[in-house]
């Protein structure tokens, strides 16, 4: 079977024997997509299927290091400066994650 037939089929079968009596034995994330080791029941054959990262869909936003410098000049500053009080150690390490990341 060729890689391209293996591909429009979607990997349901052993690409030396064509069984679809396959399984994934592993599977593994790289910086870059996904690894899938495969192994036919009948001809015991192992590949490795890849897979490309090629989008994303954000589900849930939070905020960007712009809006989050905004809330803070925004929210941060006067609290401290009308409340009197002084910044705490939360203030700061969120502070220090925004920085770091
Ligand atoms: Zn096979």
Do not use: H
Not at 72 to 86: M, V
Request: negative net charge; glycine residues 8%.
């Amino acid at each position: 079977m060729s890689e391209r037939t293996y591909v429009m089929e979607g990997g349901v079968r052993c690409p030396v024997c064509e069984s679809r009596n396959i399984e994934g034995v592993d599977n593994q994330f790289t910086a870059t997509g996904a690894k899938q080791v495969l192994r036919c029941e009948r001809c015991e054959s192992v590949w490795v299927e890849t897979y490309k990262l090629d989008s994303f869909k954000i589900t849930e936003r939070g905020q960007t290091k712009e809006e989050f410098t905004a809330y803070l000049k925004g929210t941060l500053i006067p609290d401290l400066r009308d409340g009197g009080r002084d910044a705490t150690a939360d203030d700061f390490a969120t502070c220090l994650r925004w920085m770091e990341d």
